[in-house]
């Protein structure tokens, strides 16, 4: 992979998308590939899901790849310029652009100047999917961009289109403001916030009042600077839907940015089944694609044998179109989740639905168990980035909290990793909320959403699954329960890499014969190079993985 990967990152405006293992090398791959670049007189940057993946991989493999380890590029608003920005040498009330020649003076008395300036002299160096999203044109200081977990990449670039404002943004963004004007416009759309609250728990609010909000917001942005949190939420103009608890889903508009002839993208991912629908997610559909190159070794089928997936052929049918049958499907499948906790008892657990009303209904089921009630959590979709996130999610892991509910919508799946994670209950299959725009869509561009809907979902299931076993000795397993899934097997699996849907790996199942079976797998597993190949067909097999 590192060959095919160099050898067209030598070539200008091409994009390079390279499939491989789960924790099995792809972060080696990207480095080594930098390093080689460097020895060219290439400039190369690496964008990683996380700040927390740069600390704990980037930097730890890159010991073994340069002479010094590569300096990261986080960006001015990062917690780490907290001191600095409130501290400027030169007087500003708010950051703008630390590259600029005003600042060069003042490498030894900004922290962020000094940052900067190492990342200007460096050949090769580090940043976020979040970085590349918000700031493309910082790419064209390069020659080429090399994006690790590109699968992530997708998910961050909508969240740059679509925000999700509730009163607990407002409150942690109003706790970080100390300018009076600044205070006064966010408690200005706190009061409207708790208006529309009102309105919202007997009727559908008019979009009009979300707006008012949006724009009290926009109008403390603008007052509050570039270096601010706030400074995101001038890029939002209106609101798209309001949810039954009065959470706005706010959209922006953003052009596609122009890239340069020279530069060349490498997008490296476990979970890419059509790289031309992912390039174009992932907004470089202007470059030259080059021919896929996947990696499916022995070792890796290896890895995926203590990986299996149970997908429940007469599970409920968890469609939000059949409004009719939902909630009693909804009821059911809660049942059934705490039937499949049981099965697996006293591991991380990350139960993965909808949407945040399946989540709370998720929840009131399993507090019913008094044994769960201490486990339960469910992580919110507002959180600031993936790296807040994986330190929520920690820190809830270790204080017991290891059941896990979230969202498709949730920052998860910009990179955010489950420490320990041993079991992944995906609940209703997680398509994305269409846009209003694609609910009005006819012909051609209705089928261009719904494939563009179904790409999403099948990335939510694979990196939901791809986050079991990270390390050789680990081992996990994941469960499908809705009949979605079965009875739309031809389509989705004709989709789906082969080491998903292999039959050592993918076994079909009802929701009687779950519980056990599942039991016996995670035993099986749990022991010593444990592995989920059988020897026979597993419905032969249930009587015997229940005596054992």
Sequence with gaps: MANVVFESMKLPHVVQVAQGPTGMGKTLVVLSVAAALNDIKKKVLIAAPTHNHIQDNMNRDGELVFDEIPPTLYGITHKRYNDARAKCPRGLEACTNPWSKECQNFTGSCLIVADYKKCSEANTVFTTHAYVAVKPSVVEKYDVLLVDESHGLPNVIQGQRQRVLTMGVLTSLLAKQYDAEVRSLLEQAIADMERLQRIAARATPPKAM???????????????????????????????????????????????????????VGLVSATVEDPRAHVKDCGFEQLVLRPKEVIDSPEFHQRFLSRPIFAIMDGPRLAKGDAENYQTFRQQANGLIAVLIEAVPDQVTLILCQNKDDAQSIRESLQKFPALIPRLTIL???????????????????AGK??????????????ANVPGLRYVILDALPYRRPSAAELESTGPKASQSWKSMKRFMLNRVQQGVGRLVRHEGDWGIAVIIDERFYSNKQQFLKELPRYIKSTEILRWVTKDQAPGVIRAMASRLSKPGGTARVNQDLFQAIGKLRDE
């Design 210 to 264: 979300g707006n008012r909000i949006i724009e009290k917001v926009k109008q403390a942005a603008n007052k509050a600077g570039g270096a601010n949190p706030l400074h995101e939420w001038t890029f939002f103009h209106s609101v798209d839907h309001i949810s039954s608890d009065a959470e706005l889903t706010v959209i922006r508009y953003g052009a596609k940015h122009e890239w340069s002839d020279s530069l060349s």
């Design 402 to 415: 290891n059941v896990i509910i979230a969202t498709a919508s949730s920052k998860l799946w910009e990179g």
């Design 380 to 398: 919110p979709d507002d959180t600031e980035d993936a790296d807040s996130c994986e330190e929520m999610i920690t820190k809830e892991v270790a």
